[in-house]
């Protein structure tokens, strides 16, 4: 079983105003609601591809609530852990050329609630896969992963992390099978500049030798670089198509890469999988269908866009 943990989940409400003015009354021309966070996202784009999964977490008030029966429609099992203090986010992305975003705070988390949780993570069995994604609400201490980690180090558990800054960085120490950063994330948590896929190597093999079993590091319009734990360096080339938002694209690599890596046991297939199932959604409005998933699977020449070494 694959379970997900999503701390700050979120409704997403994207609105369309092609000619957005500050202090004026604006009219949308296109409204989306979704539920969001990054491992909510990632149950999204697995239980498109088929495969069960588990989406853990904490929800708070009537957003909460909803966030719940949106997943619940979309046949996602659900065991979220209900706080009693606040609601959860509500983020606002106003599409008008660029996109600007309005992110919510999401709920105060008391430890009775952080108990709760590591309660439901010890159901989880030996061969599971758990992933851990995004960012935390207020009242939870930002070494919550390297924490959920450390509680469960004796289990033979899959563990991926995509987060950012010390909640990713404290984390290498109990060696997680796939971590995720991005670019700029990469270079942020170092403090240095990334610009060339050799840089993202080097820094990515730093971050191995902290303890990261593999690294995927997702660049956007130029692709992803896998340094894999058997040594191995993939770098793929995205597939071509019209991009309507890059939201959760990098939460579907994720997403991909773990169901190519379980349905075959190879990183090349598993990187492969990660990069056009990214791609779809990012062609998409909101987490890519099953279809479309397939269709660009389909068309991506692995040979002629994934280089090795």
């Given amino acids: 079983m694959i379970y997900t943990v999503t701390l700050n989940p979120s409704l997403d409400y994207i609105v369309d105003v092609p000619l957005f003015q500050s202090g004026s009354v604006n009219r949308t021309?296109?409204?989306?609601?979704?539920?969001?966070?990054?491992?909510?996202?990632?149950?999204?784009?697995?239980s498109q591809l088929g495969i069960e999964n588990t989406a853990?977490?904490?929800?708070?008030?009537?957003?909460?609530?909803?966030?719940?029966?949106?997943?619940d429609s979309c046949g996602i099992r659900t065991d979220f852990i209900d706080a009693a203090c606040g609601i959860s986010r509500i983020n606002v992305k106003i599409r008008s050329g660029d996109?600007?975003?309005?992110?919510?705070?999401?709920?105060?988390?008391?430890?009775?609630?952080?108990?709760?949780?590591?309660?439901?993570?010890?159901?989880m069995q030996n061969g599971d896969v758990l992933v851990l994604a995004g960012s935390i609400p207020e009242g939870m201490p930002n070494s919550i992963y390297m924490d959920i980690m450390k509680h469960l180090e004796n289990r033979q558990l899959l563990i991926a992390v995509d987060a950012t800054q010390n909640l990713l960085l404290n984390v290498l120490r109990y060696k997680p099978f796939l971590i995720k950063p991005n670019i700029h994330e990469l270079a942020e948590m170092l403090g240095?500049?990334?610009?060339?896929?050799?840089?993202?190597?080097?820094?990515?093999?730093?971050?191995?030798?902290r303890g990261a079993r593999n690294v995927l590091v997702s660049m956007g319009s130029g692709g992803a670089v896998l340094v894999s734990e058997n040594?191995?360096?993939?770098k793929a080339v995205p597939p071509?198509?019209?991009?309507?938002?890059?939201?959760?694209?990098?939460?579907?690599?994720?997403?991909?890469f773990l169901a190519g890596y379980i349905w075959t046991g190879s990183y090349a297939e598993a990187l492969r999988t990660g990069i056009c199932a990214g791609?779809?959604?990012?062609?998409?409005?909101?987490?890519?269908?099953?279809?479309?998933i397939e269709e660009v699977l389909a068309s991506y020449d692995f040979n002629e866009n994934m280089q090795e070494g």
């Fill in 240 to 256: 071509t198509g019209k991009v309507l938002s890059a939201v959760g694209s990098g939460d579907s690599m994720v997403a991909g």
């Fill in 231 to 234: 040594g191995d360096i993939m």
């Fill in 56 to 71: 853990l977490g904490i929800s708070a008030g009537f957003t909460g609530r909803e966030i719940i029966r949106m997943l």
């Fill in 279 to 292: 791609s779809a959604t990012a062609f998409s409005d909101g987490i890519a269908n099953r279809k479309l």
């Fill in 99 to 123: 996109v600007s975003e309005i992110n919510g705070q999401g709920p105060k988390v008391s430890d009775e609630d952080v108990a709760e949780l590591y309660k439901r993570l010890d159901k």
């Fill in 29 to 46: 021309e296109g409204e989306i609601l979704n539920p969001g966070g990054k491992g909510i996202n990632v149950s999204l784009l697995l």
């Fill in 192 to 209: 240095v500049t990334v610009e060339t896929k050799e840089e993202v190597v080097k820094y990515a093999r730093e971050l191995q030798s």
